[in-house]
């Protein structure tokens, strides 16, 4: 399976030839995986010396809070901004090393079963499937490889002689998500107007209206509540399940993955779910 192209929000778009064709946009965390992308690599950073106790606590409360309440622009832009600061400087290839070696470990066991096979049924109907993700390309292209996704839009961090400076080259998010999508559109000959979308929260809005079918995974209230205006469809997703067994993981593209806990710094999914590692 060849690994999925990535978004840098830097690509010029070309104009497509009509007529375009229909795509499946897909969010990542609580849409795709049960869990966030980002600071699910909290542990793992701990133990290999990049993060302290502190850090590993603060980040394990923010996903208890955000498992409760979801999250609102205020409080994902203070803990993006934290965690932003916390990973300048950090060794570029030490990050990548440590996400390699616990991708599977940590992402395999959290797969939404029905996001799989919504996947499937979209590529089996000729479909493209994009990831539009506010987490950093560094785990949302290998996740984005292992799904088989045609394209993954994601967040970069700006690095400096190996290091991560602590800027963001491009933050995929809220309305950023959409002109993204639109880019790629245009590149790649997608018909927005028949297309789909999936995501969970509210800040995905307008991502959601981007496109003529947009459909709510597993709600948080604000989104919950849009979707009744909208009459949008609601999907319930409920049962995570190791990728490894229905898709094929390629655990070698994990060596691809960089910034675990630098994607935090600039993920939408900052403030996301439990620390504790689990097993497939």
């Known amino acids: 399976m060849p690994p999925a192209a990535h978004y840098a929000g830097d690509v010029s778009a070309?104009?497509?030839?009509?007529?375009?064709?229909?795509?499946?946009?897909?969010?990542?965390?609580?849409?795709?995986?049960?869990?966030?992308s980002t600071l699910a690599f909290s542990k793992p950073f701990f133990a290999g010396g990049l993060i302290n106790r502190r850090s590993a606590l603060r980040s394990a409360y923010a996903q208890f809070m955000f498992a409760l309440s979801g999250v609102d622009d205020d409080q994902m832009e203070k803990m993006r901004a934290y965690?932003?600061?916390?990973?300048?400087?950090?060794?570029?290839?030490?990050?990548?090393?440590?996400?390699?070696?616990?991708?599977?470990?940590?992402?395999?066991?959290?797969?939404?079963?029905?996001?799989?096979?919504?996947?499937?049924?979209?590529?089996?109907?000729?479909?493209?499937?994009?990831?539009?993700?506010?987490?950093?390309?560094?785990?949302?292209?290998?996740?984005?490889?292992?799904?088989?996704?045609?394209?993954?839009?994601?967040?970069?961090?700006?690095?400096?002689?190996?290091?991560?400076?602590?800027?963001?080259?491009?933050?995929?998010?809220?309305?950023?998500?959409?002109?993204?999508?639109?880019?790629?559109?245009?590149?790649?000959?997608?018909?927005?107007?028949?297309?789909?979308?999936?995501?969970?929260?509210?800040?995905?809005?307008?991502?959601?209206?981007?496109?003529?079918?947009?459909?709510?995974?597993?709600p948080d209230k604000a989104l919950r509540r849009l979707a009744a205006e909208r009459d949008w469809p609601v999907l319930r997703f409920a049962k995570p399940v190791a990728l490894k067994p229905r898709v094929g993981l390629d655990l070698t593209t994990g060596r691809a993955a960089a910034a675990g806990l630098a994607i935090g710094a600039v993920s939408a999914g900052v403030v996301a779910h439990q620390i504790r590692r689990r097993r497939a």
């Open 14 to 36: 070309t104009a497509a030839e009509p007529p375009g064709r229909p795509a499946a946009f897909f969010d990542l965390d609580k849409t795709i995986i049960a869990k966030s």
């Open 83 to 218: 965690l932003t600061a916390l990973c300048a400087g950090w060794d570029v290839q030490t990050v990548r090393e440590i996400v390699s070696e616990t991708l599977h470990t940590i992402v395999e066991p959290l797969v939404y079963e029905e996001a799989v096979s919504l996947i499937a049924e979209h590529r089996a109907a000729g479909r493209d499937v994009v990831i539009v993700s506010a987490s950093g390309s560094e785990v949302a292209e290998p996740i984005g490889a292992m799904l088989g996704a045609d394209e993954v839009i994601a967040t970069r961090l700006v690095e400096v002689d190996g290091r991560y400076t602590g800027e963001i080259g491009f933050y995929a998010y809220a309305e950023n998500k959409a002109v993204a999508m639109a880019e790629i559109a245009a590149r790649n000959g997608y018909d927005l107007d028949t297309s789909y979308a999936y995501s969970d929260s509210e800040t995905d809005a307008p991502m959601l209206t981007a496109v003529g079918k947009p459909f709510v995974v597993n």
